[in-house]
Structures are given as structure tokens and as C-alpha cells.
Nanobody
Framework: QVQLVESGGGLVQAGGSLRLSCAAS????????MGWYRQVPGKERELVAT???????DYAESVKGRFTISRDNAKNTVYLQMNSLKPEDTAVYYC???????WGQGTQVTVSS
């Protein structure tokens, strides 16, 4: 059974960058799709980006051109490179495996203006 642990969040000024990591305790190649989601208080969890085993990437419109998702199956890790951060990107970011109810604990990203 795979467990996911997110890291890399923090406080950053608008326009700055962060790289989030999602480390799996197992192997992730078994999951066709890995993804990043985010959630703010009072809002539903929102899909940010997904990546398939073949490398196909999809992004929420709000992050296109600024965020890049990647996966390293050998390292059992999924990444989210976040550039040109905006205050509206502030949220808890979660890693998800296989579109299943399999989540990490989340990592807080706070962007100040």
C-alpha cells in the first residue's frame, strides 16, 4: 500500500517560486495518473495538475504557463514546480494517486503580495 508525503511548501512573495515534492512510500508506476490538488478554507478541493505514466500533463486554467508537474517513477516521487506565484495560489496542496481516495497530509503554500 502506497502512502504519500508532501513537502516543499512555505511562505513566498508574489512572483516567487516553490517546488513541491510528493514522496511515495511504495512505488508509483502502478498508478497511471498522479496529481496535485489544492484547497482553501471554505472551498472544495481543486485539481491543479495531473500527469500520466506516459507523461501527458494537464493543468487547471489558473496555473497554465506557471506550474509544471513531473514524475520520477524510479524515485517514487511527483513534483510540482510553481513559478510566478500569486496570492490566489495560497492553499494547502495535496498529492493524489490514481484518482483514488489516496492523499498525502498536504503542504501549506502561502503567497504574500
Amino acid at each position: 500500500q502506497v502512502q504519500l508525503v508532501e513537502s516543499g511548501g512555505g511562505l513566498v512573495q508574489a512572483g516567487g517560486s516553490l517546488r513541491l515534492s510528493c514522496a511515495a512510500s511504495g512505488i508509483i508506476f502502478r498508478f497511471n495518473t498522479m496529481g496535485w490538488y489544492r484547497q482553501v478554507p471554505g472551498k472544495e478541493r481543486e485539481l491543479v495538475a495531473t500527469i500520466t505514466i506516459t507523461g501527458r500533463m494537464d493543468y487547471a486554467e489558473s496555473v497554465k504557463g506557471r506550474f509544471t508537474i513531473s514524475r520520477d517513477n524510479a524515485k517514487n516521487t511527483v513534483y510540482l514546480q510553481m513559478n510566478s506565484l500569486k496570492p490566489e495560489d495560497t492553499a494547502v496542496y495535496y498529492c493524489n494517486a490514481g484518482h483514488l481516495n489516496l492523499w498525502g497530509q498536504g503542504t501549506q503554500v502561502t503567497v504574500s503580495s
